[in-house]
C-alpha cells in the first residue's frame, strides 16, 4: 500500500482550473509537511507549495503563488492543491511528498522522503 496517492491530473486549455488531491495514509499525514512539486520533460523537479498538516503553515514557489491554493483536509487524511489560471508553463507530471522531520515546511526537494506516483497535468495554449 503506497502512502502517498495523487489524483486529479488531466488536460486542459490556459486559463482553466484543476484541482489535485494527495491522499495519504494517517502516518504520513499527521503532523508532517506534505509538499507539492511538479517535473516537465528534460527539466529539474520543481517545488511548488506545501502545508503542514497540523498547525496549517503554507508557503508556495514565486511562480505559482495568487495562481494555486494549497489546503488540507484532515477528515480525509488529504492535501489538495488547487489550480487556478493554467498556463502551458505550468505542464508536467505533479508530485506529492512528506517530509517528517521539519517544522516550519519547505519546498525543498531534498527534504521529502516519501513520495506518490505522480499525476500527469498537462496545459494547451
Known amino acids: 500500500q503506497e502512502d502517498l496517492v495523487e489524483s486529479g491530473g488531466g488536460s486542459v486549455q490556459a486559463g482553466r482550473s484543476l484541482m489535485l488531491s494527495c491522499a495519504a495514509s494517517d502516518y504520513t499525514y499527521r503532523g508532517n509537511c506534505i509538499g507539492w512539486f511538479r517535473q516537465a520533460p528534460g527539466k529539474e523537479r520543481e517545488g511548488i507549495a506545501s502545508i503542514h498538516t497540523g498547525a496549517g503553515a503554507t508557503k508556495y514557489a514565486d511562480s505559482v503563488k495568487g495562481r494555486f491554493t494549497i489546503s488540507r483536509d484532515t477528515w480525509k487524511n488529504t492535501v489538495l492543491l488547487q489550480m487556478n489560471n493554467l498556463q502551458p508553463e505550468d505542464s508536467g507530471m505533479y508530485y506529492c511528498?512528506?517530509?517528517?522531520?521539519?517544522?516550519?515546511?519547505?519546498?525543498?526537494?531534498?527534504?521529502?522522503?516519501?513520495w506518490g506516483p505522480g499525476t500527469q497535468v498537462t496545459v494547451s495554449s
Open positions: 511528498a512528506v517530509d517528517r522531520r521539519s517544522v516550519r515546511c519547505s519546498i525543498s526537494e531534498h527534504l521529502y522522503n516519501a
